[in-house]
């Protein structure tokens, strides 16, 4: 049913009946077909809802008050100083004779042939004015009143009515229509959030396998950094044991070597005495007086030489020293098996084995030991253990790529988190202003333009300049009742529960609240802002249409007709 002017017309569906009743005999003036029921009778009449006041058939329609509801003056106004029936009440009354208002009828009722039924309020019955909003044939003016004519116009009207019906009834449906769209796209915006938390699941369990195994090859890596030997021996003998023998190997050849130079010495100083000694003699024994020129330059030379510097002695320390050197390695005490059996993680004392030699072997060894080393870091046996080496070798790569996959296990995360969290978020019914997030519409009001940004923000701009002032962040959907006009073009939030969304935390307020904002959304054929007003300083409403609440409950407007003709 639709309110106009205090009157109604009547739509087939609000009263249970789909035509417009031939006009009946019986039918006193002004009862609607639905009310016809109580009218039968032709000997006398009942009140409706004062079932032991019976009057006679003369009685109705005669313009005087009789029954305390009114049911006996129909087509009068005679009865009009009774309430009037809420539209809430006239289904309760047709359906169950129970009226819980003074009056029982809904008003003058006019067949309004050729448009839709209506009621005119009983005042308004033979007031000398035609209602034509709700008696398009003029029949509440039947007693013409001071001369009045209303001619019956619903021809016109109706037709111009069902014009505007038409475009109406196309405009909601085209809004329903856009509404399905915007469910479909939010419903596809959805199963991709969905989708992506499951390929983000799936992702971060093989990017946690991955730092698991670069854990363990960093391990692996620091481990074989530390102590690498690429010419491993026998199943039994461990990488140590194949460098412990090298060395021995190395140790053995040098001492030899030593003890073979020391006997190469000492040979060489036995014939040196000898011949220094028969030079000798021959310088004490030779005969000056023989002027031989020869033997005299072999005398001088021997002289010369033996006034030369021989230096020290043989150095008893040193010769020690070398005895030492040249004893076996049990006697000085290096057991090479111990060496060879020692475990990867002693690797680092081989390193300085040296320590363990008898402090009289270290000096001349120390420089062996160090081409030893060389040697077989050149050759790949030893691990490279400058710091320039570890600073850039196999351990830093190791280390980033971890690094790397860590913040990749981090960032899936906190991706799968937000993703989450959006899945929960309320998006309005059927999840429909999913499909409008970040969408943009604006309107001028004054001296700003207003925007609003679905399900981001609200704005106000300056038309003259100057900076944008944030009137109020999204932080949720709810429900408001609101009892608003519906202008001709179906603009407005009409009446009853609507869905609104709150803004809140904008720019501060000199003197007052941060500025917030509360849209009120209800169906309409595109999305527009409709009225926007700041309800107390830096709290403002909007008025917006859009096809995403149409066909909602709490959402869109009644599914009747317009209130307009
Ligand atoms: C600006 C606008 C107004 C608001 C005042 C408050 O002029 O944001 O809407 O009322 O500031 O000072």
């Known amino acids: 049913m639709m309110r106009v002017a205090g009157a109604y017309l009547l739509t087939a569906a609000a009263l249970g009946s789909s035509v417009v009743a031939a006009a009946e005999p019986s039918r006193p003036r002004g009862v609607s077909p639905e009310f016809a029921k109580f009218y039968k009778d032709a000997a006398g009449f009942t009140c409706i809802s004062n079932l032991s006041i019976q009057i006679s058939r003369d009685q109705v329609n005669d313009d005087y008050c ?3 509801d009114g049911s006996d003056e129909p087509g009068t106004s005679a009865c009009s100083y009774l309430s009037p029936l809420s ?5 309760d009354l047709v359906n169950t004779n129970t009226p819980n208002s003074s009056a029982a009828l809904p008003g003058f009722y006019c067949k309004n042939k050729g448009h839709i039924p209506g009621f005119v309020p009983f005042t ?70 969905e989708d992506r938390i499951t390929t983000l699941q799936t992702t971060i369990e093989a990017q946690q396998k991955k730092v698991s195994n670069l854990e363990t090859e960093l391990v692996e890596t620091e481990r074989r950094e530390k102590g690498r030997v690429v010419k491993a021996g026998s199943a039994k003998v461990g990488k140590v044991g194949v460098l412990v023998g090298l060395a021995k190997q190395r140790m053995d050849e040098l001492r030899e070597a030593l003890i073979n130079v020391r006997k190469d010495r000492d040979s060489n100083m036995e014939r040196i005495k000898t011949l220094e000694s028969i030079l000798s003699t021959f310088k004490e024994e030779y005969n000056p007086n023989f002027n031989d020129e020869g033997v005299k330059r072999a005398v001088r030379a021997w002289e010369d030489y033996a006034a030369l510097d021989k230096g020290a002695e043989t150095d008893a320390v040193h010769e020690r020293d070398l005895n030492e050197i040249t004893k076996s390695d049990k006697d000085n005490g290096l057991d090479w098996e111990s060496f060879s059996d020692a475990d990867e993680s002693e690797v680092e004392l081989l390193y300085k084995f040296e320590e363990y030699l008898p402090k009289s072997l270290r000096d001349w060894l120390d420089q ?19 710091p320039e080496a570890s600073a850039s070798g196999a351990v830093t790569d190791a280390q980033n790529r971890l690094k790397s996959a860590e913040d990749e296990v981090k960032n899936s995360i906190k991706s799968l988190e937000s993703h989450q969290e959006d899945l929960n978020k309320n998006y309005g019914p059927d999840d429909v202003f999913r499909a409008l997030k970040g969408q943009c519409i604006s309107t001028d009001s004054g001296e700003y333009t207003y925007e609003l940004c679905f399900l981001e923000r609200t704005t106000q701009k300056p038309k003259k300049g100057g900076g944008n002032t944030n009137m109020g962040s999204f932080v949720g959907v709810d429900s408001i009742y609101v009892d608003e006009d519906i202008t001709a073009d179906g603009k407005g939030l009409g009446t009853g529960e609507r869905i609104a969304m709150r803004h809140e935390n904008g720019q501060h307020c000199w003197n007052g609240p941060n500025r917030s904002t509360t849209v009120i959304l209800a169906c309409a054929e595109k999305n527009e802002i409709w009225k926007i007003f700041e309800e107390e300083k830096c709290v403002y409403r909007m008025e917006v249409g859009t096809p995403a609440v149409c066909e909602v409950k709490g959402g869109s407007k009644n599914s009747t007709p317009r209130d307009e003709l």
């Open 66 to 68: 009789d029954c305390p």
């Open 368 to 386: 062996k030991l160090r081409d030893l080393r060389v040697m077989l870091v050149e050759n790949g046996i030893l691990a490279d253990l400058s």
């Open 124 to 193: 308004n019955v033979n007031d000398g004015v035609c209602d034509y909003e709700a008696c398009c044939d003029g029949s509440e003016e039947w007693a013409g009143v001071g001369g009045i004519k209303c001619p019956d116009r619903c021809s016109e009207i109706g037709k111009e009515w069902r014009k505007h019906d038409e475009a109406r009834q196309k405009s909601l449906d085209t809004a329903n229509r856009k509404r399905k769209e915007l469910v479909n796209e939010a419903q596809k915006q959805r199963k991709e959030v």
């Open 87 to 91: 539209p809430s009440t006239l289904s």
